[in-house]
């Protein structure tokens, strides 16, 4: 079972409207939380960063919330735009070791498409 | 643009044969990390470099193996390639070991076995 489980695995929305995706997480001990947009054949772009203590955090259009007692995440996206067409990673770092440093446990993504 | 740059872009080799993919990490970041995502999979991580030092492994199969030199670049080597080796590779880079830092990823190297 995937430590980082994300919730729909896709998701269809007209243009303008709002949508909201899911992360939920059984890894620990949990560092930070990250959202990342991935378009089609290219690399992950970092949306947000929450740490412990931080609830919610913005980036544009995106709005990201983490309730770390429940180990639960979402991404609202606002206004959709056709550009907003791509796949949400939840990220959740952890603490692997002094040495190492931290862990990424990456989940499967949520795959949204946008629609005129 | 992230700042990372993997090459080749695209890659195609057939069974059996050894590849390596090269990453350039952003300027300044020491930590350079490889994670293979395959259709429709989401990323495994692979395994991490810190100022030419192997810190962390994941999900690396003994036929794969990297190394970062030291001008920072990282090549990963996959060997006896398989079939199920077709996927896209990607680097990404941090300042620091400690991974609160942010992480830039590339654009990644697909690559195809046939």
């Known amino acids: 079972k995937n430590q980082v489980e994300q919730s729909p695995q896709s998701l269809i929305i007209l243009e303008g409207k709002n949508c909201t995706l899911q992360?939920?997480?059984?890894?620990?001990?949990?560092?930070?939380l990250r959202w990342y947009k991935q378009d089609t054949g290219r690399g992950p772009v970092s949306l947000t960063i929450m740490t412990f203590s931080e609830n919610t955090k913005s980036n544009g259009r995106y709005t990201a919330t983490l309730d770390a007692d429940t180990k639960q995440s979402s991404l609202h996206i606002t206004a959709s735009q056709l550009s907003d067409s791509a796949s949400y990673i939840c990220v959740v770092s952890v603490e692997w070791n002094k040495a190492a440093g931290n862990k990424l446990t990456f989940g499967g993504g949520t795959r949204v498409l946008v629609k005129p | 643009d992230s700042g990372v740059t993997q090459t080749p872009k695209h890659l195609i080799t057939a069974t059996g044969q050894r590849v390596t993919l090269r990453c350039s990490p952003r300027s300044g970041d020491l930590s350079v990390y490889w994670y293979q995502q395959s259709l429709d999979q989401g990323l495994q991580f692979l395994i991490q470099?810190?100022?030419?030092?192997?810190?962390a492994k994941g999900n690396i199969l003994e036929r794969f193996s990297a190394q970062q030199f030291p001008d920072l670049h990282s090549e990963l080597n996959l060997s006896s390639l398989e079939l199920g080796d077709s996927a896209l590779y990607f680097c990404?880079?941090?300042?620091?070991?400690?991974?609160?830092?942010?992480?830039?990823f590339g654009q990644g190297t697909r690559l195809t076995v046939v």
């Open positions: 990404a880079s941090s300042p620091s070991q400690i991974m609160n830092t942010e992480a830039f």
């Open positions: 470099y810190y100022n030419g030092e192997e810190r």
């Open positions: 992360c939920n997480y059984t890894v620990s001990p949990f560092s930070n």
